[in-house]
């Protein structure tokens, strides 16, 4: 099984927001507005995701790509997955975190602040993006030296990439 993180941007009005509050972050770059994990099964191609609407789900790699501008693609490098597949993937089939979205607005004002604080309305069931793509490969790949200290609930596309692009062990650029 190979694994790979996708980072991707649409004109969604929730990519559009997300741009927005990574670009009042101080970031011109405001890159990612999604972030994905492709599973390569040998026999089927698959990319998980979180996604409004639709919430956590799979479908397959071609479509993915026809359906996505990529932006980047990193490999993950692990051996057999920590928590098997099956159980790792649990979270399929959960609804979309709208109100762990809207908790995002509180979040990202107290960090224009430099303050750090909880998102007030997520629910750990519920999954926005980087959310998903950061509790799968942490399940599959067990420690993520990169995303240490990360709040899943709290963090953006642009704060896993920003990380990954950082260095470590876990991740190869395609
Ligand atoms: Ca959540």
Redesign the pocket.
Known sequence: MTVTILFSSSNAWISRAIRWFSRKLGRDKGRASHASVSLDLGVLHIVAEATFPGGARVLTRPRWDREHTKLAEYRVVMADPVVPLDVSLDLLGEDY?LP?LLGYVPVLIARWFGRKIR?PF???????CS??AYRLITRLHGDVPEWRGCD??TVLPDDLWERIEAGGPTFVKQ
Not at 122 to 128: E, I, L, N, Y
């Open positions: 975190d762990g998102n997520a629910s750990a069931r519920k999954q926005v959310e998903f899943c609930e």
